[in-house]
Every structure is written in structure tokens, then in C-alpha cells.
């Protein structure tokens, strides 16, 4: 019966702590524009935020909208070098179907 309890206890899910404090987070955070003071100190809860975790946290409203307004920067930048490379594709594309046409009406 005793190994059966030990069994159970190791295979039942557990929650995981909360860090006791955000000095981990400050150098991620940081790199994405987030000033290292409005990093809390310790885990706050994240009841107000919409896309941090809503538990212990080390993310703040501010925080949040500026890893937002970071991804939303990141987002944009990847989409305008994705179809600036494309449009510079389909001009090469249209130039040569100009140039084919052209040899084709002038013969």
C-alpha cells in the first residue's frame, strides 16, 4: 500500500513554484526593450494581463505593452523584408514577360 502512495505522489501532477525572484528575467526582458526598472523584484501576481501568465509573474502592464509593442516591431519588420524580397521578384518576373512580349511583337 506504502508503495502504491509513493507511486501515485510521483506520478500526480504538481504545480511549479513561482521563482522568488525576477532577476532571471531582467536580461530577456532588456533585450526587448524593457528598462530594467519596471522589472518587479519579485513575482507579482498577473491577474490584470492579458498575455503574460496570469499567475505569479514577473511581468507587469507595462512591461507587457512593451514586449507588445517589441513583437508587433518584430512582426512588421519580418513582413516588410518578406514582401519587399517578393515584389523585387515579381519586377524581375514582369520585366522578363515585358521583354518576351516585346521580341514577340517585333518579329
Not at 56 to 77: F, M
Not at 87 to 94: E, F
Request: aromatic residues 8%; charged residues 20%; proline residues 8%.
Amino acid at each position: 500500500m506504502f508503495l502504491l502512495l509513493l507511486l501515485a505522489s510521483a506520478v500526480a501532477p504538481s504545480t511549479i513554484p513561482p521563482p522568488p525572484s525576477c532577476e532571471h528575467m531582467k536580461y530577456a526582458y532588456s533585450l526587448r526593450g524593457v528598462s530594467e526598472s519596471e522589472i518587479p523584484g519579485r513575482p507579482i501576481s498577473g491577474s490584470m494581463l492579458q498575455i503574460c501568465p496570469s499567475g505569479p509573474s514577473c511581468c507587469t502592464k507595462s512591461v507587457e505593452e512593451k514586449l507588445g509593442a517589441w513583437s508587433e516591431k518584430q512582426y512588421r519588420d519580418a513582413l516588410f523584408n518578406k514582401t519587399t524580397s517578393m515584389a523585387a521578384d515579381l519586377d524581375q518576373k514582369a520585366t522578363q514577360v515585358d521583354d518576351y512580349i516585346y521580341v514577340l511583337l517585333n518579329k
